[in-house]
């Protein structure tokens, strides 16, 4: 079992679409969790952190279960500048885990 | 701005030859990582380094090696480049404290024909 994992996608939305990613971690012991972006051929970049009371950042909103071990993404009214794909990551003791990626592509 | 620089956008090297990937960063910080990325596998560890002259494998150093001499530099060689090292190469730094955010380098997508 992979220690991050996630629905790989693609994910094809209509612009103003809603759209939510999960990510499943398997360390318990996992301390430190954010979402990345990835625009095609570039490197990722932080999006945002995710804390353990959820939070929201304009349109995007994070939030994480420790109970069950995952992590999720909300993007609300989608724009074609979300085409890109998310990373979650997961911090444990200074050790980062990467999942694979899910691809979103929003279309007019 | 932060910012962490890769030496090479793209390189093409050949079966056999040895190559060198350089990193350097302008934060001050004090770890810095290189992964290599493939479709559908995500990043994966290489090797990482929390301080000068210091080095830790990751999950997959084999066939690679790493210098780190000075802070804001970190290197990776391919002692002897073979074909399934084709891949997106990223670099990455980050304080030893705090947010644990990374910041990434554009990456270098070598090729070993």
């Known amino acids: 079992r992979k220690e991050v994992e996630q629905d790989p996608g693609p994910f094809n939305v209509p612009e103003g679409a809603t759209v939510a990613f999960n990510c499943t971690y398997s360390?318990?012991?996992?301390?430190?969790f954010f979402w990345y972006r990835q625009d095609c051929r570039k490197e990722p970049k932080l999006l945002m952190s995710?804390?353990?009371s959820g939070n929201e950042d304009g349109r995007f909103t994070a939030q994480l279960n420790r109970a069950s071990q995952y992590i999720s993404l909300l993007i609300r009214d989608s724009k074609l500048s979300d085409s890109a794909t998310y990373l979650c990551?997961?911090?444990?003791?200074?050790?980062?885990?990467f999942g694979a990626g899910t691809r979103l592509t929003v279309k007019p | 701005d932060v910012k962490v620089t890769q030496s090479s956008r793209y390189l093409v090297k050949r079966t056999g030859e040895k190559v060198f990937l350089e990193c350097v960063q302008d934060?001050?910080?004090?770890?810095m990582f290189w992964y290599r990325q493939d479709p559908g596998l995500g990043l994966r560890l290489i090797y990482f380094?929390?301080?000068?002259?210091?080095?830790e494998k990751g999950d997959i150093p084999e066939g690679y090696s790493v210098s780190r001499e000075k802070k804001e530099r970190f290197s990776l060689i391919l002692e002897s480049a073979s074909t399934n090292q084709t891949s997106m190469y990223l670099c990455?730094?980050?304080?030893?404290?705090?947010?644990?955010?990374?910041?990434f380098g554009p990456g270098t997508r070598l090729t070993v024909t």
């Open positions: 990455a730094s980050r304080r030893d404290r705090g947010t644990y955010e990374q910041y």
């Open positions: 360390n318990s012991a996992s301390q430190s």
């Open positions: 995710v804390y353990s």
């Open positions: 990551v997961v911090n444990s003791l200074n050790d980062m885990r």
């Open positions: 934060m001050d910080h004090e770890n």
């Open positions: 380094s929390y301080d000068v002259k210091m080095k």
